[in-house]
């Protein structure tokens, strides 16, 4: 009968042993794809990151604080309050628009006197209710230029989807610390 319940243990022990393994590959294999496809998202995202410039408020647009390291901005000081979500036929202050990237906004900036383009991009934008901003932006290098936190994507000619893409992929993501 002893023989028996030893027999019964090192059975029980080694379906455990058995099971314990089994779990512990499930979890590394899980581990590795779920790394895979988080690496190979990150690798896909459209735009160029630009190194962060912090995100400390400021009172005035006029505020003397250091120069942004992109044109337009997409991170370091800002306004304490955002601009209002939708199509603006202004420019908006670089220091207002971080603001609004940091909650979560998406800005598409154009700079040219290009009615049909701004039409072109004032359809894309009215798709969304909120966190998405069409504005001119006079003096940058580029005709089109998509901005969310510390990311950018300037270029001199419309694609529809690349905008659509952009919005996507960064509209709605707080940066708050």
């Not at 901005?73 to 603001?99: D, K």
């Not at 609004?100 to 991009?121: F, I, M, S, T």
């Not at 998405?132 to 001199?156: C, G, Q, S």
Request: aromatic residues 8%; positive net charge; charged residues 25%.
């Amino acid at each position: 009968m002893a023989k028996h319940e030893a027999g019964k243990r090192a059975s029980r022990r080694a379906r455990r042993r058995w099971w314990t393994a089994a779990a512990v590959g499930a979890a590394l294999v899980a581990a590795v794809v779920i790394g895979y496809f988080a690496y190979r998202a990150a690798a896909d995202l459209p735009g160029a990151q630009v190194p962060s410039q912090g995100s400390r408020h400021i009172a005035s647009a006029t505020d003397p604080h250091e120069p942004y390291n992109s044109d337009p901005p997409t991170s370091g000081p800002h306004l304490p309050y955002i601009a209002p979500w939708g199509i603006h036929t202004r420019p908006i202050p670089p220091e207002l628009q971080v603001h609004n990237l940091e909650d979560g906004g998406v800005l598409v900036q154009y700079n040219c006197d290009c009615p049909d383009l701004v039409a072109r991009l004032r359809a894309i934008v009215q798709k969304y209710d909120k966190q998405v901003i069409l504005a001119p932006y006079p003096t940058m290098k580029h005709r089109i230029a998509l901005t969310a936190w510390r990311r950018i994507d300037a270029f001199d000619e419309l694609d529809a989807k690349r905008v659509i893409r952009f919005i996507e992929a960064y509209r709605g993501i707080d940066h708050h610390p």
